[in-house]
């Protein structure tokens, strides 16, 4: 059953902007804070960033001041903005819930390269 369906990873140079964007149902959007997590290779998963269902964000971080969350309703759809990147936000990015819901999406592959 895909629960979480993460798009708009690619190759982009130092510097630059991607959106990140997943899909998941309505009763886990509705019902659950959603939030975006990477794992870059060798590396365990972090979160980088939440919101809940009222729209409140919290960022750890790697992602202050460079990464935008949000949530839209009429699309069940949470994205993340990220400007600013770096090498090191080199990682394959996953959305969730906050309390992590099996089975993970296959997540969307970011690559930051000069």
């Known amino acids: 059953q895909v629960q979480f369906v993460e798009s708009g990873g690619g190759l982009v140079q130092p510097g630059g902007t991607l959106r990140l964007s997943c899909a998941t149902s309505a009763t886990i959007f509705s019902t659950n804070a959603m939030a975006w997590y990477r794992q870059a290779p060798g590396k365990q998963r972090e979160m980088v960033a939440s919101?809940?269902?009222?729209?409140?964000?919290y960022y750890k971080d790697p992602a202050v001041g460079r990464f935008t969350i949000s949530r839209d309703a009429a699309k069940n759809t949470v994205y993340l903005q990220m400007t600013n990147l770096k090498p090191e936000d080199t990682a394959v990015y996953y959305c969730?819930?906050?309390?992590?819901?099996?089975?993970w999406g296959q997540g969307t592959q970011v690559t930051v390269s000069s």
């Open positions: 919101i809940n269902v009222g729209g409140l964000t």
């Open positions: 969730n819930t906050v309390v992590n819901s099996d089975p």
